[in-house]
């Protein structure tokens, strides 16, 4: 991962590379990707998985610092609405509203990986 030429691009490409190392630790944990930065009128979802006949909505978010605190800090009330509703979009434009979901988080900081099923307010 290189500082890129801009903050936005080494954003994207932390970002990328964090998704990247979520879906193989996913695959590992028998998780079947079947979209990434699935993009809707109200947001975008970074991986939607399915395992055990539930869909999985998972947002990754990577830090480099501790600047910014942890990582699944920044899925706040707000951040799970969007998701919610984007999930909502999905469900319906694949038919697949009669179908388990579950929204996941996965936080990447100093080389450790935290997976977070279930997250609620």
């Not at 909505?57 to 910014?68: A, H, M, N, P, Q």
């Not at 800090?73 to 697949?96: C, F, M, P, S, V």
Request: charged share 30%; aromatic share 8%; with cysteine.
């Amino acid at each position: 991962m290189t500082g890129g030429t801009g903050t936005g691009t080494y954003k994207k490409e932390k970002g990328s590379w964090g998704e990247d190392r979520a879906a193989a630790y996913l695959r590992k944990q028998g998780y079947e990707i079947l979209e990434r930065n699935y993009r809707g009128k109200t947001g975008e979802i970074d991986i939607i998985a399915e395992k055990d006949g539930t869909l999985h909505f998972i947002e990754v978010k990577t830090r480099t610092s501790e600047d910014l605190g942890e990582p699944l800090e920044a899925i706040d009330r707000r951040k799970l609405g969007h998701i919610l509703r984007t999930a909502e979009l999905y469900l319906y434009q694949n038919g697949l509203s009669d179908r388990f979901v579950c929204i996941d988080g996965i936080g990447i900081s100093g080389g450790e990986l935290v997976h977070v099923e279930g997250i609620t307010f």
